[in-house]
């Protein structure tokens, strides 16, 4: 087993199957949008041939929503995914974020919650696609004031009652929507059901991943993540890779990997953050290029999917530079350009 060209062909970075930005989100189930303005290249670079008006268009439709869930951080779902993923992972990423504002000394009545809530959501009834500034003015208007944090978090728990989603992609700025406005409603999956598509969508685009790699992506328990595996019967089996146990789909795709190409990473890609052990594809010693002990994840370049250096994303010309090999920024020229031209394709 091969495992690092096996997650690059089922990750869509060498080969990509898809054309559209919205099947890209589908197929991953969840991906990583801590960064507003790299998870366009996320999932662009995921497609036949990376497109800003593409991706937008998906984004401003609502094919694609970013909200906090997962872990209580920021996600990108589909459209048709989006109310099972709440039904499954928001009680869990509540709680998470709950124990965020202890930590921080903030306390939330339900009554405020509630109230704020509505607030929220008639704000962005009202006008379609808000920022955070909006909701400032809406609730001064009824003499309520508080810090910068403690409306993020109102905000986030809008996010994960399902109430409010992103809005419109603005080049620099996060916006929100009302949910029943953007996201039309599908029929309801029992939990079983649910455990099961997502645990597919996980390993079908990760593969081969373990248990544990499943359980830090999806924040789900462990006997949650156990019984998903369950569910998908005869479709998965294991394998072993030195002395580890991973997890591959009987659709698991393994032609189509060619050596000798560079990948210019953005930060937080589901490349590294799938995964509880990230030392398939980065060494070890230099895991603290690639992300700190914060979790803070840093913009990547990938030789043959093995992590080797770290570039610049909102330079003007290309800036590489390299821990591994003897490389420079010329051998990543090609890569650059290709990106070069989708974020330039925006202004």
């Known amino acids: 087993m091969n ?31 801590q960064e507003y303005r790299m998870m366009r290249w996320a999932v662009a670079m995921r497609t036949h041939k990376p497109s800003h008006y593409a991706f937008k268009k998906a984004f401003d439709e609502g094919q694609i929503i970013r909200l906090h869930l997962m872990r209580g951080t920021w996600q990108l ?6 109310w099972m993923m709440i039904d499954l992972c928001a009680p869990k990423a509540i709680a ?34 808000v920022t955070k500034e909006d909701f400032v003015s809406a609730l001064a208007e009824r003499d309520l004031r508080m810090d910068d944090h403690r409306l993020s978090y109102h905000i986030r728990m809008a996010e994960m009652s399902g109430t409010l989603c992103s809005g419109n992609l603005l080049p620099m700025k996060a916006t929100y929507a009302l949910t029943a406005d ?28 373990t248990l544990e790699d499943f359980v830090w992506w999806s924040g789900l328990n462990i006997s949650d993540c156990r019984k998903g595996i369950a569910l998908l019967r005869d ?10 146990e991973f997890y591959v789909t009987d659709e698991c795709r393994t032609r189509g990997f060619r050596r000798g190409r560079f990948l210019l990473i953005p ?11 990230r030392d398939i594809a980065l060494p070890p010693e230099h895991r603290h290029h690639a992300h700190n002990n914060s979790g803070i994840f840093q913009p990547v370049i990938a030789y043959d999917g093995e992590i080797c250096g770290n570039w610049s994303p909102f330079k003007d010309e290309c800036q590489a530079t390299f821990f591994v090999e003897n490389f420079s920024s010329e051998d990543v020229q090609v890569s650059w350009q290709a990106y070069k031209q989708f974020r330039d394709s925006k202004k």
């Open 3 to 33: 495992p690092i060209a096996i997650r690059l062909l089922n990750q869509q970075l060498v080969a990509p199957q898809f054309g559209q930005p919205g099947k890209v989100v589908s197929y991953m189930g969840a991906m990583q949008a």
């Open 77 to 82: 779902v589909s459209a048709e995914d989006y």
């Open 96 to 129: 998470v974020t709950k124990g965020w504002m202890s930590s921080n000394k903030i306390a939330i009545p339900d009554d405020e919650l509630i109230y704020v809530r509505d607030i929220l959501a008639q704000t962005a009834a009202d006008k379609g696609s």
């Open 182 to 209: 953007k996201v039309k409603q599908t029929e309801k999956l029992d939990r079983d059901e649910a455990l099961m598509v997502l645990t597919r969508k996980y390993f079908q685009s990760r593969q081969p991943a």
């Open 235 to 244: 479709s998965i089996h294991m394998e072993r890779w030195k002395g580890r």
């Open 267 to 277: 930060p937080y890609d589901e490349y590294l953050i799938s995964y509880k052990s």
